[in-house]
């Protein structure tokens, strides 16, 4: 069983809006021990931290995408999502879910590839 798992359409065309889930299975997401974060990795970027959402829902986004992104959650289901508007090609990469535990390495999903085209 993987700890956590991304999923959502691996195909968005420009000006749409990107949308993930993350569904964790090593944690409940209102736990007050983790936050959640998406990160993502691209060739030309390499690594990128884009935002975390906290137990209690607070967010904290990276200021190069505050205007684009949105990080929410549904605790009934034990996710959270990642909305990203008006994608160009240059958010083609591939999206990584993360567990965040205070001074600990990250617990990562397994990424899954996003892809922005016409």
């Known amino acids: 069983q993987a700890q956590l798992q991304e999923s959502g359409p691996g195909l968005v065309k420009p000006s749409q809006t990107l949308s993930l889930t993350c569904t964790s299975f090593?944690?409940?997401?209102?736990?007050?021990?983790?936050?959640w974060s998406w990160i993502r990795q691209s060739p030309g970027k390499g690594l990128e931290w884009m935002g975390v959402?906290?137990?209690?829902?607070?967010?904290v986004y990276n200021p190069t995408l505050n205007s684009r992104i949105s990080i929410s959650r549904d605790t009934s289901k034990n996710q959270f999502s990642l909305r990203l508007s008006s994608v160009t090609p240059d958010d083609t990469a591939v999206y990584f879910c993360?567990?965040?535990?205070?001074?600990?390495?990250?617990?990562w999903g397994q990424g899954t590839q996003v892809t922005v085209s016409s």
């Open positions: 959402i906290t137990s209690d829902g607070s967010t």
């Open positions: 090593s944690g409940s997401i209102t736990d007050v021990n983790y936050a």
């Open positions: 993360a567990r965040v535990q205070y001074r600990l390495p990250y617990s």
